[in-house]
C-alpha cells in the first residue's frame, strides 16, 4: 500500500499521507514519497497544493518517527533531516500548499501544517507540540518559524505545556485560517483551491516567495546563531533526550533529571 497517494485535477494538486495505520509518521520513508508527489505535481501543471490524511483518520499525523531520532549526542534535527527537508521544500514551493487537517497534529508535524500556506482544519483538528515531551531541542529555523506564525507567548505555551492547542483556540489565534465543520470540510478545502487555481500562477508564487523572505528576514548574527547552537547541544548530549526517546519506546512516562 503506497505511503503517500497522489491526484490532480482541475489543476488542483493532492497528496494524501495514506498509512493511517501507522499515524502518518513522518519517516523517512513517507518523506521520501512526499517529496516525490511534490515533484510530479509541481511539474505536472497543479496551481496549488493540498495536503491531507485520509478520510476519517483520527491522526492526521504523529510527526517525526521516534525511531528514527538518533541517539544521545547527535543532533535530532540536523539540515538534511526528512522532516527538515519536507518543512522546507513546503516552504519553498512555488506552489500554494493548503493543509487540511481533520485530527491530531503532532511535533514536527505540526511544522508541516504551519509550513503550509493555509490551514484549513474541522473541529476534530489540534496542534500539539512534543518537544519538551520527549527532550528534544527543537532547532532555531523551527522556533522563528512558530514565534513567527502565532507569537512568542502561545509558542512558549504550545513548546513548555506539550499541551494540544484547539482547532476553535488555533482558529481565534489565527493559525487556523478556517474552522469547517467536518461534512464540509473537504468541499470548502476544494473550493479555496479552486478560487487560488484560477488565479494568476506567477504573481501568486512571486507574492508567496515575497512573503517567505520578508517574514524570515531575522538578522541573526553568528554570535547568536552559535548560542542557539549551543544551547541545542545542552539538550541532546543530555541523558534526558536519551531518556526521553527511551521512554517513549517502552512506553512509560519518562523520568527527566533536568541533565
Ligand atoms: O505500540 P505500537 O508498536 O503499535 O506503536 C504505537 C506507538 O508507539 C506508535 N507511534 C509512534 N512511533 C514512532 N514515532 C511516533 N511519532 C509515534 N506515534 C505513535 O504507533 C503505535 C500506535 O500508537 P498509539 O497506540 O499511541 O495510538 P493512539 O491512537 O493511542 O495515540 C495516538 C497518538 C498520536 C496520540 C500517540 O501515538 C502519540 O502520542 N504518539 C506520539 C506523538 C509525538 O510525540 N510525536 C512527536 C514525535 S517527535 C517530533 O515530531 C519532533 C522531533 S519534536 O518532538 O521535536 O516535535
Known amino acids: 500500500m503506497p505511503l503517500v497517494l497522489t491526484q490532480l485535477s482541475d489543476d488542483i494538486g493532492t497528496i494524501i499521507m495514506n498509512n493511517s495505520e501507522h499515524l502518518n509518521m513522518l519517516n523517512s520513508a513517507m518523506v521520501d514519497d512526499m517529496l516525490a508527489a511534490f515533484a510530479l505535481l509541481e511539474n505536472g501543471g497543479a496551481r496549488v497544493i493540498i495536503i491531507r490524511a485520509t478520510a476519517g483518520a483520527k491522526v492526521w499525523s504523529a510527526g517525526h518517527d521516534i525511531n528514527e531520532l538518533p541517539l544521545a549526542g547527535r543532533d535530532p534535527l540536523p539540515y538534511d533531516d526528512p522532516l527538515v527537508t519536507i518543512l522546507r521544500t513546503i516552504q519553498a514551493s512555488v506552489l500554494p500548499v493548503i493543509a487540511m487537517i481533520e485530527g491530531s497534529v ?59 492547542l484547539t482547532a476553535e483556540r488555533a482558529q481565534k489565534l489565527g493559525i487556523l485560517n478556517h474552522l469547517v465543520p467536518l461534512e464540509e470540510l473537504e468541499t470548502f478545502t476544494w473550493h479555496l483551491a479552486g478560487s487560488i487555481a484560477g488565479n494568476s500562477p506567477l504573481s501568486i508564487r512571486v507574492i508567496k516567495e515575497q512573503i517567505r523572505l520578508l517574514a524570515n528576514a531575522h538578522p541573526l548574527s553568528p554570535q547568536t546563531f552559535e548560542r542557539v547552537q549551543g544551547l541545542r547541544r545542552l539538550v541532546y548530549h543530555s541523558d534526558d533526550y536519551a531518556e526521553g526517546i527511551r521512554a517513549f519506546q517502552e512506553k512509560r512516562p519518562p523520568v527527566f533529571n533536568g541533565s
Open 106 to 164: 503532532w511535533g514536527g508535524a505540526c511544522d508541516l501544517a504551519l509550513s503550509c500556506d493555509i490551514l484549513i482544519g474541522s473541529p476534530h483538528a489540534s496542534l500539539t507540540m512534543t518537544p519538551a515531551k520527549i527532550s528534544v531541542p527543537y532547532n532555531a529555523t523551527g522556533i522563528l518559524h512558530f514565534i513567527g506564525i502565532m507569537g512568542v507567548n502561545i509558542a512558549k505555551e504550545m513548546f513548555f505545556s506539550a499541551q494540544p
